[in-house]
C-alpha cells in the first residue's frame, strides 16, 4: 500500500510564495516519477512539475521561471516551491507518484493553493 501525504497548501496573494512538500511510504519502486498536478474548478487535471529518480525535470509552460521541484529520494519526497505566484495558480495541488514499468500512479488527497489578494 503506497501512501502520500501532502502539506503546504493556503492562502497567499499575488507574488507570494508556497511551498509544498509530499512524502510517500510504502512500497514503491525505486524507478519512478515525482510530481505536482494542479485541477482549478470547472478545468482538467494537468501537470505542473515532474522530476524523474534521475533528476530529469519537467515543467507546465505556465509555471516555467517560478516554480521550482525537487526531491529527496533517500525519504522519497518531492518539494514544490513556488514563487511569483498568480491568481491563476489557484487550484487543488495533487502529489502525483508514476511508475512507469507497471503503468501505477499513485495520488495524494490534495492540498489548496488560493493565491487571492
Known amino acids: 500500500q503506497v501512501q502520500l501525504v501532502e502539506s503546504g497548501g493556503g492562502l497567499v496573494q499575488p507574488g507570494g510564495s508556497l511551498r509544498l512538500s509530499c512524502a510517500a511510504s510504502g512500497s514503491i519502486f525505486s524507478i519512478n516519477t515525482m510530481g505536482w498536478y494542479r485541477q482549478a474548478p470547472g478545468k482538467q487535471r494537468e501537470m505542473v512539475a515532474q522530476i524523474t529518480v534521475g533528476g530529469i525535470i519537467n515543467y507546465a509552460d505556465s509555471v516555467k521561471g517560478r516554480f521550482t521541484i525537487s526531491r529527496d529520494n533517500a525519504k522519497n519526497t518531492v518539494t514544490l516551491q513556488m514563487n511569483s505566484l498568480k491568481a491563476e495558480d489557484t487550484a487543488l495541488y495533487y502529489c502525483?507518484?508514476?511508475?512507469?514499468?507497471?503503468?501505477?500512479?499513485?495520488w495524494g488527497q490534495g492540498t489548496q493553493v488560493t493565491v487571492s489578494s
Open positions: 502525483n507518484v508514476n511508475i512507469p514499468l507497471f503503468k501505477i500512479d499513485y
